[in-house]
């Protein structure tokens, strides 16, 4: 069985450990986990490994965030792989910091990554992962707010919700959504 993950976020140092970044940081700590070696790739970084019998390809899509769905788009055709096997992993500022949603499918709420990502796909149904970063910031600041570096005590608490995202992650790949989103949604 063959499993597509896709942190979502900006190439770029100015990017780098951005609130926008938070899929690229989360599957940068899952490649790591693995000893996966990222490879620069058809609109994407790309890595892959197996887990109990899954072969799991990460992608990290180089086209910044406005344009992700054309590397999904790419990917998923490439490696034949269905949209439910597929998993997106997302900033959310309308969910706390810290905390985690799964969901099977489900509107792109503003997120333009995931706008285009339904637009080259053709729809709303595929899973995502969106991983909190809170809405702490002044009316009309929300660019600033998400294209802006995490505080001193989010990156202290990073690790933590970036090991449970990754648990989620590997849950989808081997329980299904449906379990995985019963055990760890918050």
């Not at 919700?161 to 989808?172: H, R, S, T």
Request: charged share 25%; glycine share 10%.
């Amino acid at each position: 069985m063959k499993y597509l993950i896709i942190g979502l976020g900006n190439i770029g140092p100015e990017y780098e450990l951005t609130r926008h970044n938070i899929g690229f940081l989360t599957v940068d700590r899952l490649a790591d986990k693995f000893n996966a070696e990222w490879k620069s790739d058809r609109l994407a970084f790309k890595t892959e490994f197996k887990h109990k019998g899954r072969n799991i390809h990460v992608i990290k899509p180089t086209t910044y965030m406005n344009l992700s769905g054309k590397a999904v788009n790419y990917w998923m055709k490439d490696l034949s792989i269905p949209k439910e096997n597929i998993l997106v992993i997302v900033d959310e500022v309308a969910i706390p910091f810290g905390k985690l949603r799964m969901r099977a499918k489900g509107s792109a709420a503003g997120h333009n990554g995931l706008k285009n990502i339904e637009a080259l796909t053709g729809g709303q149904n595929y899973p995502r992962l969106r991983m909190g970063i809170g809405d702490d910031f002044p009316k009309g600041r929300q660019v600033d707010f998400v294209l802006g570096k995490f505080t001193e005590g989010e990156f202290a608490e990073l690790p933590i919700m970036m090991d449970k995202a990754i648990d989620m992650i590997l849950g989808f790949c081997t329980i299904g959504i449906a379990q995985t989103m019963t055990q760890f949604n918050d």
